[in-house]
């Protein structure tokens, strides 16, 4: 078993991810920028380092420092959180060639699912149904009209090294896609340094539905059944919850199915997520995939009762899954919302600051995934996400119940939050049909 790990990130995840190893008697190492000298992760972990100035291209992007550290303090692994360096094949391929474990997948698959239209056509060789589009990236803006003429308006254009909901326009349209495809390149280019961009087919009013997977590295790989991310707000997920209600046991069974085959066949290993698109007919078809842990794992967690983190760390130590396909239960229903500190009534701007009183929820089935505390001082300089609330019920109804209640309860004093929004969203009476898809919040004008 791995004995020490180095977390590289902050906030709620790197926190989480200590607790993790300290629960499995493994040492913990935290890095953390001079802007997190008083964060929780920095606190909590065995030791703590300071790697770099707030700007995260000076600290939890640089590679250098925290492999520095890394060997400084004798870590014998990494475990990269989501975001940041996670999904970077340089830095995974850094770690193997110093003898440190990165906790996730090869750098090779990494490099080659990091890589959207690449990773599209990889997934249909091993017999997943994709987006139709472009095969691979575009080669210029005739190609990209020749293709939506085909395949027909509205299209699609998106970044291949694009994530966090960013890099991604619509045409509806000639004209729209020519200018399109300038706009999109360069915010390309700006934002991942690569101007690679693909088109695809728009589907309409579309569920986002992604398969939790485990993969050891002896070739065994079983799905955690799907979370439903369709309540996005500009292509960024709010709330999340397992079952969807869209999928029923016979298409859960052919996804998984699908999916499990797909990734012992391109060889990939540990924890991942494959996001799919499913349309009203309830046809599905493959997005992108995540080879990291993804911010909404604890919905997953609650139903299967099986620590993601906990196995990420175990296959990365060598071990074999200890489940089959089935041993693995769905039990009830989670949901979760992510608490964000920003403004909706100023277009949800980002809104850090102190927070000066604050009351957490707690009760039966409630867990909440946060890296605040009274008097913590919120940086301007990363992600808003300050805490994950995240409830585990028998039924639908009861999660919406209490995720109102407990997201409710939560007091954050000091600055401001999109926690009405979110009770909003919960108070909605479609939302409680279960009559929603990807464009709900659009349409609700949010
Ligand atoms: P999830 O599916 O886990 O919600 P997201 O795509 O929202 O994943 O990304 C998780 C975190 O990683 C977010 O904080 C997001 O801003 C960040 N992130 C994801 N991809 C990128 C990227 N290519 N560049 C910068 N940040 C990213
Ligand atoms: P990211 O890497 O930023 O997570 P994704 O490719 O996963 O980007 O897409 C993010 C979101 O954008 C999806 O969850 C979905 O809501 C929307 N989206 C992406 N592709 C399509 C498509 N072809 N048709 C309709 N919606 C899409
Ligand atoms: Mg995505």
Redesign the pocket.
Same mark, same amino acid.
């Given at each position: 078993m791995l004995k020490k790990v180095l977390v590289a990130n902050r906030g709620e995840i790197a926190v989480r991810i200590i607790r993790a190893c300290r629960e499995m008697g493994i040492r913990t190492v935290a890095v953390y920028s001079e802007a997190d000298k008083n964060a929780l992760h920095t606190t909590l972990a065995d030791e703590a380092i300071c790697i770099g100035p707030a700007l995260s291209q000076k600290s939890y992007l640089n590679m250098k420092a925290i492999l520095e550290v890394a060997c400084l303090t004798g870590a014998d692994s990494i475990h990269p959180g /989501?975001?940041f360096l996670s999904?970077n094949s340089d830095f995974s391929k850094m770690c193997e060639e110093i003898g440190i474990k990165f906790i996730g997948p090869t750098a090779d698959l990494i490099e080659l699912l990091g890589n959207k239209s690449k990773a599209k056509q990889t997934m249909k060789n091993a017999g997943v149904p994709v987006v139709p589009g472009s095969e691979g990236i575009l080669n210029s803006k005739e190609e990209a009209i020749e293709l939506a003429k085909k395949i027909k308006y509205p299209v699609m254009l998106k970044a291949s090294?694009?994530?966090?909901?960013k890099g991604i326009r619509i045409a509806n349209s000639e004209n729209e896609l020519a200018r399109e495809y300038d706009l999109v390149k360069q915010e390309a280019k700006l934002s /991942?340094n690569d101007d690679s961009i693909y088109l695809e087919k728009v589907i309409e009013n579309p569920r986002h539905v992604e398969f939790q997977i485990l993969a050891d590295e002896y070739g065994n790989c079983i799905h955690l059944g799907e979370r439903d991310c369709s309540i996005q707000r500009r292509n960024?997920?709010i709330i999340e919850e397992t079952p969807s209600s869209i999928i029923d046991e016979k298409i859960r069974e052919k996804m998984g199915q699908i999916v499990t085959k797909a990734v012992k066949e391109i060889g990939y290993t540990n924890a991942g997520?494959i996001e799919f698109l499913v349309d009203k007919n309830k046809n599905f078809y493959f997005m992108e995939m995540?080879t990291r842990v993804?911010?909404?794992h604890p919905i997953t967690e609650m139903v299967t009762d099986i620590d993601i983190i906990k196995e990420q760390i175990k296959i990365a130590s060598g071990e074999k899954l200890e489940y089959k396909q089935k041993d693995i239960k769905i039990n009830g229903h989670s949901m979760e919302a992510r608490i964000n500190a920003e403004n909706p009534a100023k277009n949800f701007m980002p809104c850090p600051g102190t927070i000066t009183g604050l009351h957490l929820p707690g009760g039966n089935g409630i867990r909440v995934d946060t890296a605040i505390y009274a008097d913590y001082t919120i940086p301007p300089t990363y992600?808003s996400?300050i805490a994950k609330v995240i409830v585990h019920g028998k039924t639908r109804g009861e999660c919406i119940s209490k995720l109102k209640s407990a997201v409710a309860e939560l007091v954050v004093e000091g600055i401001e939050t999109n926690v009405d929004f979110i009770l909003t969203i919960l108070n909605d009476e479609k939302f409680i049909a279960n009559d929603y898809d990807t464009s709900f919040i659009e349409s609700q004008g949010g």
């Open positions: /989501f975001g999904e090294a694009g994530g966090g909901g /991942f960024q997920k997520t995540n993804q911010v909404e992600d996400m």
